[in-house]
């Protein structure tokens, strides 16, 4: 089904010439010590966590050398004592953003993001999560013995999210480590990103798909295939070449051809998929050059198995 552009929801993503496989290893469940005696299961494993450090200012007073690499938040949790630097301190209001690029945040059942943070407690932070890094979804206070983040009723559950921003709340300002210490960000409730390539997908300024594309994505069918049960978010983009009404609609359009590929080959009722278009509003890299554009005309398909 087509829906309006919501307000919330966008992939910002990589460019894949045609299909962007995972090896089935890296979506293997797993579970991962919380660092506090439990354990956190992750439907999709090692691929669930943050990917890249969108930017990090740090607090004042800030922490040492060792503990402000913000790049020690990405991957999976491996904090083990206080004698490692594998986690970075934030300092006293220093703020993190942090980027998804091989799966997507998605409201599920039960708690959808965990912020791993380490210590005897868990500092205060402000969370807040983003499709597009200009609108963002303030889901408030992080603390306490609270680590893990429902969405449910602050997100619609067809929206999808690639960042996320913790602000260090200034209440642990003191000490050899001010501020929150954070280990990890991972999602729990995360769905599989696959990003299509339109040039392989449509001629210019068409939105049936082309014979190549016919092989493309009957790979990416028998995939999805192979999860079973499984709701799809099918999200067409565009570069910023003619105008904003023209971009949406083709958008739409070429969304709507690859939806609609997938439900009649990958077994999916119709209502288990949804289709969104966004024109130009949403592209992963500046529209200032023809590479550039290439990179941003593209069709991003989100998987998430139940």
Sequence with gaps: MIRPIPTLSVLA?????????????AQTPAVYPDGRGGEVHFPLGDISFADEVVSFTPGDPASGPDESIPEEVLGPPDYVDTVDDNYLTLGCGGVLELRFTDNALV????????????GPAVEATELAISGDGEFWVELGRISGAVAAVDLAG????????SLVRLTDLRETCHGQWPGADIDAVGAIGAGRRVVLDSSVLFDVDHSDLRPEAE???AELAADIARYGNARLLVEGHTDDTGSDAYNQQLSVERASSVGEFLIQHAGLPAMAVEIVGYGESRPTVPNDSDENRTRNR????????Y
Excluded: N
Aim: net charge negative; no cysteine; proline share 5%.
């Design 107 to 118: 409201d599920v059942d039960g708690p959808d993001l965990f912020i791993f943070e380490i």
């Design 13 to 25: 993503g990589v460019l894949a010439a045609g299909l962007m496989g995972l090896p089935a290893g």
């Design 154 to 161: 602050h997100v619609d559950v067809a929206d999808s999210f």
């Design 298 to 305: 593209r069709v991003e398909v989100v998987i998430v198995a």
């Design 215 to 217: 092989a493309v994505l």
